[in-house]
């Protein structure tokens, strides 16, 4: 099946800096997605990306489908962003398959 | 608006009683899924929902069973929860099964004394 990895595992910044999180998938997709986890839990969806670029104010995503993978920008950092980022595609049975995330920490 | 509701936030069962957890949206959304998750894990799928059909994946356990009585909610039961069976339970819904956006609902978080 699938394979998704994601990078880097931790990832700990300033507030007001900026960061890419990667997204690596080991077959070709249909769809793909990028998700915030806050630190209580909930799962946000940030993107729907099989392809192309897209921006939501500070933050951005680039899928690169011929090549496999998957990028999220987060510009200006701030402390609400904390939480993991989780990358997730579909598989042959049209589930989620989802990537070991990037847990990102803020500081003030 | 909240579109995607879970009802308990937190819950707290003893070893082998039994437990349902709900889910209802206001969507429209064919399709309703359960995810479990626990700590520092990706969720993982127990089953999902299109419509009336049920879908269950190979590996989970006969302990966890589900129920759509209409298109607004799905319940989740677990017949008799184990240790192992405390995590959060997500629910999510999409308009189609895979090629669309998932929207998650803010979980229960389950505790088996």
């Known amino acids: 099946g699938i394979q998704v990895e994601q990078s880097p595992p931790d990832l700990i910044l300033q507030e007001g800096a900026n960061s890419t999180l990667r997204c690596n998938f080991s077959?070709?997709?249909?769809?793909l997605q990028w998700f915030h986890q806050n630190p209580w839990g909930q799962l946000i969806n940030l993107f729907y990306?099989?392809?192309?670029?897209k921006q939501n104010g500070r933050l951005s995503a680039t899928t690169v489908a011929t090549e496999r993978y998957s990028l999220l920008y987060i510009s200006s950092s701030q402390t609400t962003d904390s939480g993991v980022y989780f990358c997730?595609?579909?598989?042959?049975?049209?589930?989620?398959?989802w990537g070991a995330g990037t847990k990102l920490i803020i500081k003030p | 608006d909240a579109m995607v509701i879970q009802n308990p936030r937190y819950q707290v069962t003893q070893f082998g009683k039994p437990v349902t957890l709900s889910c209802s949206q206001t969507l429209n959304h064919n399709v309703m899924y359960w995810y479990q998750q626990k700590s520092s894990q990706a969720p993982k799928l127990l089953f999902h929902y299109y419509d009336k059909d049920f879908n269950n994946e190979a590996d989970t356990p006969d302990n966890f069973q589900s129920r759509r009585p209409n298109t607004s909610f799905c319940f989740l039961d677990i017949r008799s929860p184990g240790l192992g069976d405390a995590a959060m339970y997500l629910c999510?819904?999409?308009?189609?099964?895979?090629?669309?956006?998932?929207?998650f609902g803010p979980g229960t978080r389950l505790t088996v004394l």
């Open positions: 990306i099989p392809s192309g670029t």
């Open positions: 077959d070709s997709v249909n769809n």
């Open positions: 997730a595609v579909v598989g042959s049975n049209y589930q989620l398959i």
């Open positions: 999510a819904t999409s308009r189609l099964a895979g090629l669309d956006t998932q929207y």
